[in-house]
């Protein structure tokens, strides 16, 4: 599944007064009517305990110089050290991002050994211009 190309976003929510965040390429738009995504998340990870706890999530769509903060969110330690953020729609939506949609959960269904969370948009903003981040055979990618 390496060579399916897929954009990167870092997807968070909150725990308490305490931001969350991870790097997923598993995020897609599921439905237009009414505007739902979908994000899959390792039932492992914290982050997939937060989003059920707190029942909202959003998604950070990154552009293609913004690997830094891809890294940053797959790495141990302070995800948000050093991030402009702000949190008035009840997650933490990232300054950087090219897009962002905050979501409530709408559903929690098994796959595997994740979680697919499917949200119901409730805010969408197009921050910036710009292409987005693509991650490819183990690497982030521009489009051509």
């Excluded at 891809?70 to 933490?92: T, W």
Aim: aromatic share 6%; glycine share 12%.
């Amino acid at each position: 599944m390496s060579r399916l190309p897929s954009g990167v976003s870092v997807v968070t929510t909150q725990a308490g007064d305490t931001p969350i965040g991870m790097t997923a390429s598993s995020v897609t738009a599921l439905s237009l009517d009414p505007i739902q995504l979908l994000v899959c998340v390792g039932n492992h990870l914290f982050t997939r305990r937060a989003i059920s706890a707190h029942g909202r999530f959003g998604i950070n769509v990154l552009g293609e110089d913004s690997h830094h903060l891809a890294r940053q969110f797959a790495a141990a330690g302070d995800r948000f050290a050093g991030v402009a953020f702000d949190s008035e729609h009840g997650v933490p939506v990232l300054d950087e991002a090219i897009a962002t949609v905050v979501c409530d959960v709408a559903g929690e269904l098994p796959g595997g050994d994740h979680t697919i969370f499917v949200g119901s948009a409730v805010h969408f903003d197009h921050k910036a211009d710009g292409r987005p981040l693509i991650h490819c055979c183990g690497e982030f990618r521009r489009i051509a």
